[in-house]
Structures are given as C-alpha cells and as structure tokens.
C-alpha cells in the first residue's frame, strides 16, 4: 500500500509559476511510475504527466508540454511538477497517482493508476 500527500498548490497570477510536491509512504515508491492529474469543475481528471521509476522517461499532455515539468527524487520518495507560465485553464485539482504495474512505455489513463493523493487546488488568476 502505498499514501500519496500532495502539497504546494495556491493562488497564483497567470504567467506565474507554482512547484506542486507528491510525498510518498512505503518502501517501493521507487519502482512505480508516477504521475500527475487534473480536474476542473464539471470537467474529467485528465493527464498531465508521468515519470517512470528510474526518471528515464517522461511524458506531457500537449497543453502543459513546454511549460510543466516532472521530476523525482527517489531518496526522498517524492515527485514533483514544476509549473511554469500558468494559464487560468490550468486551474483545477492536481492529484498524483501511482502505477505499480512495470509498463514498456508511461500510461496517461487514470484506471491504469492503482494509488491517489487527495489533490491541492491550483488556482490561476487572469
């Protein structure tokens, strides 16, 4: 079993720049593939990014590619998403999830996900 916290979420002007944190419990956050979500009023949780275990590999969605950045620091059995050049669109509830299955290339489907945070708001003023 595996508890996802995020933290870091906030108010911020568009064009500004928040870092969401993902800290994890258990001792094999090291070999899942994490990866963040997220969800506007009235919308689907939708991808944004996803990181594999080693950090090898990453993957956008189109709207944040160039903008977002994922990251993960094993050690700390954290994951990150740095946001950078916010746009009111992006306002919704951010979740990390978890994949514990070992995949040949990073799925963007929430089923795929086995564990979730609880989200942080991210609110981009215009």
Known sequence: QVQLVESGGGLVQ???SLRLSCAASGRTFSSY???WFR???GK???FVAAISWSAGSTY???SVKGRFLISRDN???TVYL???SLKPEDTAVYYCAAD????KVLTTSPSSYDYWGQGTQVTVSS
């Open 44 to 46: 689907e949780r939708e």
């Open 82 to 84: 740095q946001m950078n």
């Open 14 to 16: 568009a064009g500004g």
């Open 75 to 77: 050690a700390k059995n």
């Open 60 to 62: 956008y969605a189109d």
């Open 100 to 103: 514990r299955t070992l995949r």
């Open 33 to 35: 593939t994490m990866g």
């Open 39 to 41: 969800q506007a009023p």
